[in-house]
Structures are given as C-alpha cells and as structure tokens.
C-alpha cells in the first residue's frame, strides 16, 4: 500500500478550456496501470473545448451542475450522483451551467502506446453552449 502525495490544483491552460476551471489530479497510473482520475471544477459556463479520449471518459458530478454534448448530439444536463460515459473516439464538451458552479470526477485510461490520450479541438463556441434552463 502507498498514500499517494497529494498535488497542486492546476488552472485549467486557455487551449482547453474557456472560463474558469482547475483540476486535482487524483491518479495518475503508471505502467501497466494506465487509469487517470482528475478532480475538476468549473465555475459558472466556463467548459473545456471539444475533445476526444483514444480509450473513452466516464464523468461524474459530484456537486452543482453541468452540462455534457457530443458532436451532432443534445445538450445533457448533468446532476450530481450523475454518471456520464463517452466511448472512444466520440467528440464531446462538458462544464457547468449558466447559473452554477460544477465538480465532477473525470476517469479515463491511457492508451498503452505512444499515441495521445486526448485530442483537443476547438473551443466550443457561445453558440454550441445554449444553455438549457437548468
């Protein structure tokens, strides 16, 4: 058994993300482990941009309220005990509400091989947001 070191909150880089976001980084396994588990909170609207995971993403909230869509797909409002799963390879976003602040636990895996866990894209347009009422 190891306690792991608890690390520094991370501001969320502009390239990935618009408004406000910081994320804790829970775990970060190394070889043959390849789990990653990240603590993230978004303040009101800020969202990350488009992305993709080579092995999927499962989200979920665990306080406030957010929102997730896939690429062609509806706007889904996110609660907490709320649990969200993007297969791989399918485009998605995901932060908080207008009106809310949003937490959620991001799990994802890496791929066991040089390529990049994630692909970012571009931001998510004010547009694309369109907040259903939540």
Not at 65 to 86: A, F, K, Y
């Amino acid at each position: 058994m190891e306690k792991l070191p608890k690390r520094p909150s991370t501001k969320g880089p502009e390239e990935m993300f618009t408004g406000d976001v910081w994320f804790d980084v829970i775990y970060a396994g190394q070889e043959p482990s390849r789990m990653r588990a990240n603590t993230v909170r978004f303040a009101p609207r800020a969202r990350t941009a488009w992305h993709t995971h080579a092995v999927g993403q499962t989200l979920h909230v665990m306080d406030g309220i957010g929102l997730v869509q896939s690429r062609g797909g509806e706007v889904v409002v996110m609660r907490p005990g709320d649990t969200v799963h993007t297969p791989p390879g399918e485009w998605h976003w995901h932060g908080a509400a207008p009106a809310h602040f949003m937490v959620h636990i991001a799990l994802w895996e890496g791929r066991g091989d040089e390529g990049p866990e994630t692909q970012w894209g571009e931001h998510v347009t004010d547009d694309e947001y369109h907040c259903p009422r939540a």
